[in-house]
């Protein structure tokens, strides 16, 4: 995870802003803001685990030209990992942790 952290800030994108949304929310004018967390099978469990392992793919290879430089991999290197992880994920029964915010934000009088 520190490569990819590492390497999206590098791009300006804080890849834990989930972590802080609460406060992220509250700072931009929401009220009542409510977040949860929720969990989502990738790969497995039916169709939402197999969007989920198509939303991951999508991800990693819209990661790549970040990662790679960071991996210090090939092309093919990465494509290798991330096609095994995506049979690992159903094997192994994996899942991701989804947090969910929203909020009211006021109209401006």
């Known amino acids: ?4 952290r590492t390497a ?3 791009r300006g994108v804080d890849i834990e802003l989930v972590k802080k949304l609460e406060t992220f929310f ?8 409510q977040c949860n967390r929720v969990t989502c099978p990738i790969g ?7 969007m989920r392992l198509k939303n991951v793919g999508f991800m ?4 790549r030209p970040i990662i790679l430089p960071a991996m ?19 094997k192994f029964k994996t899942y991701g942790i989804w947090t ?3 909020g009211l ?3 401006k009088a």
């Open 26 to 33: 509250a700072n931009h004018g929401f009220t009542n803001v």
């Open 44 to 50: 497995w469990d039916g169709v939402v685990g197999d």
């Open 1 to 4: 995870m520190h490569v990819f």
């Open 60 to 63: 990693m290879d819209a990661l």
């Open 105 to 107: 934000k006021p109209l």
């Open 100 to 102: 969910i915010g929203y």
């Open 8 to 10: 999206t800030l590098s």
């Open 72 to 90: 210090g991999v090939s092309r093919e290197e990465y494509e290798e990992l991330t096609h095994g992880l995506a049979e690992q994920y159903g």
